[in-house]
């Protein structure tokens, strides 16, 4: 086997393992790092654009500073989920050991986790909106919707039960 092969093969055992244990989270997950790449590039593209259409105005355009606070925010994103993830580690980890089972090992992570990538969602038809293209307003109105739901999923009475 070459070197290459053996490394393929251990990223397949090592991904494969963490899809495992994180069950629904992990395309979750995959689908937010996408998505967050997407809406940093859309996000650089659209301050092009506006330096395009504006270029006397120099609030417009690439600012290296917003790029990196963006950066920094999408990091952040990533720290609140750790500690949703690490909250239903505890929670399940403590009903397990207290003789209960809970459905599930994934609920608070999930939660944040499909929250966020709503956001970016949105921040993307955002930026492509700045860009120019026409964006159906259904298609912002339903994400909104989508995140709305997710956000009172999260605080309803079902959930405190």
Not at 101 to 130: C, D, H, Q
Not at 144 to 150: E, I, T, Y
């Amino acid at each position: 086997m070459k070197y290459v092969e053996m490394i393929q093969v251990f990223l397949s055992g090592v991904l494969a393992y963490i899809s495992a244990k994180l069950g629904l989270l992990f395309p979750a997950l995959i689908l937010l790092t996408g998505m967050m790449a997407v809406d940093y590039i859309t996000g650089m593209m659209a301050g092009m654009a506006e330096a395009v259409d504006h270029p006397e105005n120099s609030a417009c355009g690439w600012d290296s500073k917003k790029g990196v606070r963006g950066i920094i925010k999408k990091v952040g994103y990533l720290c609140v989920i750790a500690v949703a993830m690490t909250a239903d580690y505890v929670i399940v980890s403590v009903a397990a050991a207290l003789g209960q089972k809970i459905p599930g090992t994934a609920i608070f992570g999930l939660m944040v986790t499909v929250w966020y990538l709503l956001n970016e969602m949105l921040s993307v038809i955002e930026n492509a909106g700045r860009m120019g293209a026409p964006v159906p307003a259904w298609l912002k109105r339903y994400i909104a919707a989508l995140k709305h739901k997710v956000e009172e999923a999260g605080t309803s009475d079902s959930v405190k039960k």
